[in-house]
């Protein structure tokens, strides 16, 4: 039996790399896509709580699925798990490709890792795919080869991904990759973040822009120190947040016992 893979990304089905992710995905296995009606980058994990989602199924073939959501990818995700495929649990969940990085301080705004983030939350693997280029246009063919060697891996050793996710990372140029590195997620922060402008009637507006600061720009177990020098990062994510090496000096600042 083919493996059930479900994809969804932020972009929405106007941006070519998900349609890359697809091709990938259909080779190795039966593909449900539930994706963003709308563009949806910056959203994380959001969902929508105040008004209704609705989806329309745009495509129906044998093997082949696709549902577009008027939501959030994490909307995308819990819809598609919830509702839209009749109960059957995937094998693996993909998202992306993302036009542009999703390493770094980037990575806890990405609505593409929320999509994986979400699916490791029910113990479903999940791998997140993002590459340096913002072009629309860009030419995916030489990430295939990387893609497929990271599906085909993971499909065969499913349980090591019950409890975490993969982001993975292309640098901008294509044309060649160093390799693959496992990373950690590179330290940062954004300065100058908005342009405050004046609008015809007087009124204040501020428009997102920004200039990022690294913490640890020399730090060679990063993601970002390797994407620059032209290597593939891939970066193991989990739900699970806690700062564990932290609560023994927090439980003695409290004074706790």
Same mark, same amino acid.
């Given at each position: 039996?083919?493996?059930?893979?479900?994809?969804?990304?932020?972009?929405?089905?106007?941006?070519?790399?998900?349609?890359?992710?697809?091709?990938?995905?259909?080779?190795?296995?039966?593909?449900?896509?539930?994706?963003?009606?709308?563009?949806?980058?910056? =959203?994380?994990?959001?969902?929508?709580?105040?008004?209704?989602?609705?989806?329309? =199924?745009?495509?129906?073939?044998?093997?082949?699925?696709?549902?577009q959501v008027?939501? *959030?990818?994490? /909307?995308?995700?819990k819809?598609?798990?919830?509702?839209?495929?009749d109960?059957?649990?995937?094998?693996?969940?993909l998202s992306?490709?993302?036009h #542009?990085?999703?390493?770094?301080?980037?990575?806890?705004?990405? #609505?593409?890792?929320?999509?994986?983030?979400?699916?490791?939350?029910?113990?479903?693997?999940?791998?997140?795919?993002?590459?340096?280029?913002?072009?629309? /246009?860009?030419?995916?063919?030489?990430?295939?080869?990387?893609?497929?060697?990271?599906?085909?891996?993971?499909?065969?050793?499913?349980?090591?991904?019950?409890?975490?996710?993969?982001?993975?990372?292309?640098?901008?140029?294509? /044309?060649?990759?160093?390799?693959?590195?496992?990373? *950690?997620?590179?330290? #940062?922060?954004?300065?100058?973040?908005?342009?405050?402008?004046?609008?015809?009637?007087?009124?204040?507006?501020?428009?997102?822009?920004?200039?990022?600061?690294?913490?640890?720009?020399?730090?060679?177990?990063t993601?970002?120190?390797?994407? =620059?020098?032209?290597?593939?990062?891939?970066?193991?994510?989990r739900?699970?947040?806690?700062? *564990?090496e932290?609560?023994?000096?927090?439980?003695?600042?409290? =004074?706790?016992?």
């Open positions: 039996m083919r493996p059930l893979i479900l994809i969804s990304n932020d972009d929405g089905l106007h941006y070519p790399g998900i349609h890359t992710l697809i091709d990938i995905a259909r080779r190795a296995g039966d593909v449900v896509v539930v994706a963003p009606l709308h563009h949806q980058s910056g =959203k994380s994990s959001a969902i929508t709580i105040t008004t209704p989602l609705r989806a329309f =199924k745009t495509t129906d073939e044998d093997g082949y699925t696709v549902w008027d939501g *959030t990818p994490t /909307d995308c995700m819809l598609a798990l919830d509702q839209l495929l109960g059957r649990r995937p094998h693996l969940v992306g490709i993302n #542009g990085y999703n390493a770094g301080v980037s990575t806890i705004y990405s #609505g593409t890792v929320g999509v994986v983030l979400e699916a490791v939350a029910r113990h479903i693997p999940a791998i997140a795919f993002s590459v340096g280029s913002i072009e629309h /246009d860009i030419d995916f063919t030489p990430c295939v080869s990387v893609i497929e060697d990271i599906i085909h891996n993971a499909l065969g050793n499913l349980d090591a991904l019950s409890n975490v996710c993969l982001n993975v990372n292309m640098p901008a140029n294509c /044309d060649h990759f160093e390799g693959v590195k496992i990373t *950690t997620t590179a330290i #940062g922060h954004w300065e100058r973040e908005y342009d405050h402008r004046v609008d015809p009637h007087g009124g204040d507006y501020y428009w997102l822009q920004g200039t990022y600061v690294s913490d640890n720009d020399n730090d060679d177990r993601d970002l120190y390797w994407l =620059k020098r032209g290597w593939v990062s891939v970066t193991p994510l739900v699970d947040q806690t700062a *564990t932290a609560m023994p000096h927090i439980a003695g600042m409290l =004074k706790l016992t």
